[in-house]
């Protein structure tokens, strides 16, 4: 495995200070903010056995690990806030499926029901044949979206 090493300035140093002394920050933060100090192998620093580390935090040895790796490739920021996500979803319902769900949630709802509901929109729109499937949530978001209730009549 290899082993990172971590070296901080002393600005990095007064930064992570500062952000374990105060202030309101993220949990994450703040333990990843500790684990680099006592990791710190610079010259201001009273590096800490990663065993040491582990009992007093209450974490594992592969957080610290990731922790350092972390630091080391990608630096103190993406370190502490973490990356964002690149997953790109794709939609679902474009603007014709959403025309269609609107047109048929302002339809009369089937025989023996009062009104529609989002699992009968879904089921229904299935059997339409306007999409090859779509969950209740979707159609509440897409509802929602164009400020359009159920509950009015």
Known sequence: MIKYKVTLT????????????KGNHKSRKIRNSLILLNCDEGEHSN???????CEVLQIGMRTIDRVKKSFVEEGLEICLT????????????DGE????????SCSKPPAGFAKWSLRLLADKMV?????????????R?????????????
């Open 97 to 104: 499926v959403e025309a269609h769900l609107i047109a048929l």
């Open 47 to 53: 590096k800490l056995v990663n065993t040491t580390i």
């Open 127 to 139: 059997v339409l044949n306007y999409i090859d499937s779509i969950s209740h949530e979707t159609v």
């Open 141 to 153: 978001q897409v509802l929602k979206k164009t400020n359009l209730s159920l509950g009015k009549v």
């Open 10 to 21: 002393n600005e990095e140093r007064a930064m992570l200070l500062e952000i374990t002394k």
């Open 82 to 93: 973490g990356k964002k996500s690149s997953r790109i979803y794709e939609k679902k319902a």
